[in-house]
């Protein structure tokens, strides 16, 4: 089984412009998929970001499962950092606007006791491929001036984005790290959209997909796919190869397997969440 991997050229360079932006901005919004948040963690941004005020931005959230993504937003408040999770297709992102703002309110409050009363406030926008930071962008500028699509890799160059009076708003392209540590990161990766579709195994990611529904919801396979109790006791290759059958696809596995992994991302078998709170939590 090859090794999920995707650091391209332009990403290693965008990783040495956010080194050199963050000194730039009064607070970093890292955007995470909410349906696997630590997964889409990328760890070098993590250790860029060090003492700067931050938001982790749980985007996606319609797609998550929701007592899960509460658990996690309650999970990083309970380790002093800050956080939100958001719909950032749809819906009034003034909650975001209003996190800001109390994330800076002692800073905000020691400029205004030095007379700063109309300083803007400067905002980086962080994470991975596809994880949703041009739509959320859009939103809250209420226009369309970063490029939006359901794929990774769009936008490729960093820009300065104004969002209304007091906010101006640092769009950066997705940057992933050059090796995963855990393969089954890249599966999850793979799975939600964040790693181009041609650098993986179809089958790989359709195994995984099936194992993970299995385990937290066989319902969901079941009625997507008209399974019986008996046919989810099969070898995951075996259920593999029979839902290709009944998907009329009779022994191409391999079309069969884009065909659930895209079901997956469109929700077709409802809201999922890959990453589970820890226990300790």
Request: positive net charge.
């Amino acid at each position: 089984m090859a090794v999920i991997q995707w650091f391209p050229g332009h990403m290693a360079k965008a990783l040495r412009q956010v080194k050199e932006n963050v000194k730039q901005v009064d607070i970093v919004l890292e955007l995470v998929d909410a349906r696997l948040p630590e997964s889409s963690r990328n760890p070098q941004l993590v250790e860029i970001l060090q003492n700067k005020p931050s938001i982790m931005v749980l985007t996606k959230a319609d797609l998550a499962d929701s007592q899960i993504t509460h658990r996690w937003v309650n999970y990083y408040e309970g380790k002093k950092q800050p956080a939100i999770a958001v719909n950032s297709q749809k819906g009034d992102l003034h909650t975001l606007e209003q996190k800001i703002y109390t994330v800076l309110k002692d800073k905000l409050e020691t400029q205004r006791k030095r007379g700063i009363v109309h300083k803007r406030i400067k905002a980086m926008c962080i994470g991975i491929p596809n994880v949703g930071k041009s739509t959320l962008l859009n939103q809250l500028l209420k226009r369309r001036a970063a490029q939006v699509g359901n794929r990774p890799g769009i936008t490729k160059a960093q820009q300065w984005l104004k969002a209304g009076e007091n906010l101006l708003l640092l769009d950066t392209p997705g940057i992933l790290w050059p090796k995963f540590e855990d393969p089954l990161v890249g599966k999850k990766l793979a799975l939600t959209g964040a790693i181009k579709d041609t650098l993986y195994a179809k089958d790989d990611v359709a195994l995984y997909m099936l194992e993970h529904f299995i385990t937290d919801a066989p319902k969901k396979l079941q009625e997507r796919y008209k399974l019986e109790n008996q046919d989810l006791e099969e070898s995951l290759p075996e259920l593999l190869l029979l839902i290709t059958q009944k998907i009329g696809m009779r022994d191409d596995y391999d079309r069969a397997s884009e065909r659930m992994i895209l079901d997956c991302r469109r929700g077709k078998l409802g809201r999922y969440t890959l990453d589970q709170v820890p226990q300790d939590s």
